[in-house]
Nanobody, 124 residues
């Protein structure tokens, strides 16, 4: 079992920045690829970014490429999502997830464990 807790969400003006954190506990989290997803009201959950077990490979949704950066610190069992140049359309609940697979997945159903989410609201 892996437990995931997100933090760092909040209200920010367009053009601003936030850094989300995902603290993991339980089994050795370096055995998991990690991903960030988001869900806006009335919309489906969307892939945002993913990072490999060692942190050497990352993948981003086109909508956030160049603005968001995913990283991890396995010693601290924490994954981060640095979000810059935020737009109102980035408003959503952001979730982190852990995937035991060796490859990076963009489909949520591939992930094994999920956090409870943290709200990000970007005002115009």
């Amino acid at each position: 079992q892996v437990q995931l807790v997100e933090s760092g969400g909040g209200l920010v003006q367009a053009g601003g920045s936030l850094r989300l954190s995902c603290a993991a506990s339980g089994r050795t989290t370096s055995n998991y690829a990690m991903g960030w997803f988001r869900q806006a009201p009335g919309k489906e959950r969307d892939f945002v970014a993913a990072i490999s077990r060692g942190g050497g490979t990352t993948y981003y949704a086109d909508s956030v490429k160049g603005r968001f950066t995913i990283s991890r610190d396995n010693a601290k069992k924490t994954v981060y999502l640095q979000m810059n140049s935020l737009k109102p359309e980035d408003t959503a609940v952001y979730y982190c997830a852990a995937d035991v697979a060796l490859v990076l997945h963009t489909e949520g159903r591939a992930y094994d464990y999920w956090g409870q989410g943290t709200q990000v609201t970007v005002s115009s």
